[in-house]
């Protein structure tokens, strides 16, 4: 049996994060981001140590627009190393409803309900791409390849 040293000082590896598509009856909602990078995005943020991915999507949903979001499916994973500018992450993005409407908290400076022919500039991270999958995806079936 082979074995190598691992040695954990000096190895980088991405980082796990969550977004939520948060399906409203008007529309999907967006937060303003607070802190750079600024811009529209999906409700997420990093999976705390100890945390499931599931979990961390709830907690950052709440936190971020005050709406109590029940998932609903595992839409996709993004890991583009180039996805945050500040870092390499992984992304897995659900999607998940909610009831009320969202309110800014936390790193949110403003939140709204959108629509894909409402979607508000600039998007930030790879969220375009996300929304523009996740538009397809609600008029197909068809969902982004591996």
């Known amino acids: 049996m082979l074995t190598f040293p ?3 000082t000096t190895r980088r590896n991405p980082v796990p994060t969550v977004d939520t598509i948060i399906e409203l009856p008007d529309g999907i909602v967006l937060i303003q981001r607070r802190y750079p990078p600024y811009g529209w995005a999906l409700p997420g943020g990093f999976v705390e140590y100890g945390e499931t991915a599931p979990a961390a999507a709830v907690r950052e949903a709440l936190e971020e627009t005050g709406l109590a979001v029940k998932l609903t ?17 992984i992304g897995v993005v ?31 991270f790879d969220h375009g791409r996300i929304l ?7 008029r197909t079936g068809v969902r982004p390849p591996p």
């Open 6 to 8: 691992l040695d954990l």
């Open 73 to 89: 499916d595992l839409f996709h994973v993004y890991s583009a190393p180039d996805r945050d500018p500040r870092q390499h992450t």
């Open 94 to 124: 659900f999607i998940g409803s909610a009831l009320g409407s969202p309110r800014a908290d936390d790193d949110a400076a403003a939140a709204g309900v959108f629509t894909e022919s409402t979607l508000p500039a600039p998007l930030a």
């Open 132 to 138: 523009a999958d996740y538009f397809h995806f609600k």
